[in-house]
């Protein structure tokens, strides 16, 4: 079966633009979590979106969001990039707080 | 507050030398405890879920245990395809259904051969 797909992954991009990153969950599946991974932070949580819904939300900017469509699908974007958002992101999928499968992530470089 | 706290933060062990990591957490209402492994670059691997104080998992080289404040990662004569970032994750109940995992920093294991 599929796993999660993460698309781009890689991306580059200049302070002060705005950057779309799309995350794929394994079928059947309704739960995304978005992270965002840096190396003396380690994973920090973004938000989760369950059935189109965001269910839980952590501690970033505004200028975070994301959303997620019919088909479980979602995206995120971050808007006005600042060289602190260099990072890897990732998205997890589960069927509902069970056993959450990552994908490869989008290694963001904001330059 | 939830927190997590994994130890070592690295180890580099000989093929063949068996430890433990250990993770440390306080948080409210565990539902469950998270193992994964990462290889640089990539994300997360799932490699268990404990559930219960007492309980205990196997996979090839790893065992993984919990009791009510600590999980244990045991590594039993390692490879060096054992290299990897070990993290650890506990599930507080949030308000509703609002459950979150509370992340380590991870230990990162080399394994020498």
């Known amino acids: 079966k599929a796993g999660v797909t993460q698309t781009p992954r890689y991306l580059i991009k200049t302070r002060g633009q705005q950057v779309t990153l799309s995350c794929s969950p394994i079928?059947?599946?309704?739960?995304v979590s978005w992270y965002q991974q840096t190396p003396g932070q380690g994973l920090q949580f973004l938000f989760e979106?369950?059935?189109?819904?965001?269910?839980n939300k952590g501690n970033f900017p505004g200028r975070f969001s994301g959303r997620q469509f019919s088909n479980s699908r979602s995206e995120m974007n971050v808007s006005t990039l600042e060289l602190g958002d260099s990072a890897l992101y990732l998205c997890?999928?589960?069927?509902?707080?069970?056993?959450?499968?990552f994908g490869s992530g989008t290694r963001l470089t904001v330059v | 507050e939830d927190q997590v706290t994994q130890s070592p933060e690295a180890l580099r062990l000989q093929e063949g030398e068996s430890s433990s990591l250990n993770c440390s957490y306080t948080?409210?209402?565990?539902?469950?405890l998270f193992w994964y492994r990462q290889d640089p670059g990539k994300g997360p691997e799932f490699l268990f879920t404990?559930?219960?104080?007492?309980e205990e998992k196997e996979k090839e080289r790893l065992k993984a245990t919990l009791t009510k404040k600590e999980s244990f990662l045991h590594i039993t004569a390692p490879k060096p395809e054992d290299s990897a970032t070990y993290l650890c994750?506990?599930?507080?109940?949030?308000?509703?259904?609002?459950?979150?995992?509370?992340w380590g920093l991870g230990t990162s294991l080399g394994v020498n051969p």
């Open positions: 079928s059947g599946h309704r739960s």
């Open positions: 404990l559930y219960s104080a007492g």
């Open positions: 997890a999928s589960s069927l509902d707080h069970y056993g959450y499968t």
């Open positions: 948080v409210s209402g565990l539902r469950g």
């Open positions: 994750a506990p599930q507080g109940e949030g308000a509703g259904n609002n459950r979150k995992l509370i």
């Open positions: 979106y369950f059935s189109e819904t965001q269910r």
